[in-house]
């Protein structure tokens, strides 16, 4: 099961703001909500601090710990994006199923890919299965998006989703030559 998730590439690169942006999403669950772009315009350390203060001020946290939370998901999400960049994607012996969110369904793509599995076909010997899920990569994991996630969740993990084990590793040629 995969939740948004493209076939890592090797290629992640470092934001400074994308651990602010998961914040960010972290502090409209209380109330108010922050433009991203005042966000960027501020820098990483202040927009840090500033990120801080409003979930202490929205009572998301206890006063004195936001800077600390903030630092803690900006050091989680370096090491994430650190892990994905040495990241080596190997084929697959089944069938995966990518609940992919509503936001970028229509994209099309530029460097061939299957756009819609993110291009997890190539590398499965089974099935890419795709169900749409509402939200964007970030809030589908927030209410109110996470209600319907878990039920499409529930739905294909009862369907079997999961592959057989032991299954004959024959992937999709086009990628791996």
């Not at 209380?30 to 990120?51: C, K, N, Q, W």
Request: hydrophobic letters at 45%; proline letters at 7%; aromatic letters at 6%.
């Amino acid at each position: 099961m995969l939740l948004d998730t493209p076939v890592p590439s090797g290629g992640a690169r470092q934001d400074p703001f994308a651990a602010l942006e998961l914040v960010a999403e972290i502090l409209r669950l209380y109330g108010p909500a922050i433009d991203l772009g005042d966000l960027r315009s501020l820098g990483a350390a202040a927009a840090r601090v500033r990120l801080a203060a409003l979930l202490e001020e929205a009572g998301g946290l206890p006063e004195g710990q936001g800077e600390r939370f903030v630092a803690h998901i900006a050091a989680t999400v370096e090491a994430h994006i650190h892990a994905l960049a040495r990241y080596i994607v190997k084929p697959y012996a089944g069938s995966v199923t990518l609940l992919r969110t509503h936001d970028h369904t229509d994209e099309t793509p530029e460097d061939g890919t299957d756009e819609f599995s993110f291009d997890w076909s190539v590398l499965c010997a089974g099935s890419a299965g795709v169900e749409v899920v509402p939200g964007t990569h970030r809030t589908m994991i927030f209410p109110p998006h996470v209600n319907e996630l878990g039920k499409v969740l529930d739905r294909a993990l009862d369907a079997g989703a999961t592959p057989a084990a032991g299954e004959p590793v024959v992937p999709d040629e086009r990628r791996l030559g």
